[in-house]
């Protein structure tokens, strides 16, 4: 496990009396690209919680950047982890630039504010993101695709070295599924680590370095495509019957038989 | 671009505007050669008394207790990402005048100098401080909005009792005044006795402006694009206390324009509520200025009351705003 990258061991976290985790550990390192699966409510985002710091496991330990990430002050840890929780409204129609500035702000960055290194660092995260031409856009103005990439772009401005995005791709159609998700895996592709929650079986298939599969606060199995993406799996974790068909290296999976 | 540059400084010609207007203007005629000798100190004795005692720091005071209620509104709307919060329907201006109220009833304030602002200010933080405790506690701002309305009712009940117990007329009119807010009768001291709460909280606010920005994408993003949100909340439910309650010491429970001059700024800046500070504070500090000239010229044996009017202004706006994002949602 290298300096640079995020790891959970052995947590177990419950409130008010509700277990939420139960053991459960993850490993992301730079380069790789980790995707989180299970069915809603098997404590994903407690998992990813765990992992940020943002919630103290009752038992276990979390390391981020080789520190115990809940004892990293906000922007360190924002400096060394950006973080795309699940989507919801901006409560102000603000400048697509200006959210994507937010990327910025661990770095003293405001956007009325902002340095040599932020505006090129915004500048960068905008093209990488296909977001030049609507950078004065308001957001309120955008459709869920676009506004799907102005977060992304805002995670890239940050330049962390890690990304966790929860559900990044949810109420997306499908060709703006793959548009994030490629945006996604270009970061790793440069040398980020990515850990991205999906729901899309066949999508995870398709991008994913190693999945990590979860149930009941549980982390079931972690591996690669090849190894984990079986009916066994599929059925251990969501209880539904599937069939994996292999073809030219591509998986496919038809749930449900 | 170019509009929000000059959104400040036109802000800036207009409040001086006003605020000569408000010299000039008043049941005493007072040409202007003779108002601006007054005002640069050699003028006869009863045009300076005009000025200096009665014209000039009244306008100052509205433009100070709007000032401090235009940020404060724009602050509190930051935090709580909604631009129906503002201190009179959160309730804190409503605790804030009971508590000055109860300071003034019990005399507090006639033996310690600071007692009424100091009041005041407790009670904006008290209300403040629970608005803040329940609103990650609840998602909807609705509820939110009930709390403010419980505090308002709580504080409008208590009033009425002290007021049922007012020992005689004038204490009674004293405390109506309080309610609806006033500028009327202020001098100078009383301005430089709220001032400094208003200029902390104030200083307070446009430091941590920031976060505010980072407040849009919701919290559990703002922390984690390295915000600390225990703090930036803190930061705000003390910086809109001060503010809120050095304005109550100083004019009383005025509602609405917390709600008005963000609301009109916010397009002009990109709606990015750090920026949304500043230009808000001009602007309801300027609108202040003119509601207190339009009391003060309408005829009549009584005058209005300022918080009257700027109510009279800012609830159809509120009501407004409020259906608008309704049919949004």
Not at chain 1, 173 to 188: E, K, N, S, T, W
Not at chain 2, 169 to 177: E, G, H, I, K, N
Not at chain 2, 207 to 218: I, V, W
Request: charged fraction near 15%.
């Amino acid at each position: 496990m290298s300096d640079a990258g995020l790891q959970v061991t052995d947590a177990s976290l419950a409130i008010k009396g509700a277990s939420l985790l139960s053991h459960a550990a993850l490993a992301l390192a730079p380069g790789e690209l980790v995707v989180l699966l299970g069915p809603n409510g098997a404590g994903k985002t407690s998992l990813l919680r765990v992992a940020l710091g943002l919630a103290r496991p009752d038992s276990g330990s979390a390391e981020l950047a080789g520190s115990d990430p809940a004892r990293l002050s906000p922007t360190d840890r924002a400096r060394a982890v950006t973080y795309l929780p699940q989507m919801r409204d901006l409560a102000w129609p603000i400048r697509v630039r200006d959210v994507v500035a937010l990327g910025r702000f661990a770095y003293g960055a405001a956007p009325a504010r902002m340095g040599e290194a932020d505006q090129i660092a915004v500048a960068h995260a905008l093209a990488a993101c296909d977001l030049a031409d609507l950078a004065d856009r308001a957001t309120d103005t955008l459709s869920g695709g676009e506004l799907a990439r102005v977060h992304i772009a805002r995670a890239l401005a940050s330049q962390a070295p890690l990304m966790v995005a929860d559900e990044p791709v949810a109420s997306l159609d499908p060709r703006h599924q793959h548009q994030v998700m490629r945006l996604i895996r270009a970061f790793v592709d440069r040398g980020g680590g990515a850990l991205v929650v999906l729901h899309d079986l066949d999508l995870a298939a398709l991008f994913a370095d190693r999945l990590v599969w979860m149930s009941e606060g549980r982390t079931l199995a972690s591996g690669s495509v090849a190894e984990t993406m079986t009916p066994h799996w599929i059925e251990a974790v969501y209880g539904i019957a599937a069939t994996v068909t292999r073809s030219d290296g591509a998986v496919r999976v038809l749930v449900g038989r | 671009m170019t509009r929000t540059r000059w959104l400040i400084p036109g802000l800036l010609v207009g409040i001086v505007i006003a605020l000569v207007a408000a010299c000039l203007l008043g049941s005493v005629p007072l040409p202007p050669a003779r108002m601006a000798a007054a005002l640069l100190g050699f003028g006869p004795p009863g045009d300076m008394l005009v000025v200096w005692q009665v014209r000039l720091p009244r306008a100052l005071s509205a433009l100070v207790a709007g000032g401090a209620l235009g940020l404060s509104g724009a602050a509190l709307q930051g935090l709580l990402r909604n631009p129906l919060a503002e201190p009179g329907v959160l309730g804190v201006s409503a605790m804030s005048a009971l508590f000055a109220t109860v300071a003034l009833f019990y005399g507090l304030a006639a033996f310690i100098p600071f007692a009424l602002p100091l009041a005041a200010i407790a009670g904006a933080l008290a209300a403040t401080a629970i608005i803040a405790w329940a609103a990650p506690r609840t998602r909807s701002v609705v509820t939110l909005i009930l709390v403010g309305v419980g505090i308002s009712s709580f504080s409008g009940a208590i009033m009425s009792l002290l007021m049922n117990l007012a020992p005689n007329p004038f204490t009674l009119a004293d405390m109506v005044t309080w309610m609806m807010g006033s500028v009327a009768n202020r001098s100078l001291d009383d301005l430089a006795l709220s001032g400094p709460f208003i200029a902390a909280g104030a200083a307070l606010l446009i430091a941590g402006r920031r976060g505010l920005t980072a407040l849009a994408l919701g919290e559990e993003a703002a922390a984690g694009v390295g915000l600390d949100v225990a703090r930036q909340r803190m930061l705000v439910v003390l910086g809109a206390g001060l503010a809120t309650g050095g304005a109550v010491a100083l004019a009383g429970a005025i509602g609405f324009v917390g709600i008005v001059a963000p609301h009109l700024v916010r397009p002009w800046v990109g709606h990015d509520p750090a920026r949304v500070l500043v230009p808000s504070a001009l602007l309801s500090g300027l609108i202040l200025i003119l509601a207190d000239i339009t009391v003060r010229i309408i005829p009549g044996d009584t005058e209005l009351k300022l918080g009257v009017v700027a109510a009279l202004i800012g609830a159809p706006v509120f009501v407004m705003i409020a259906i608008r994002r309704g049919a949004v949602r």
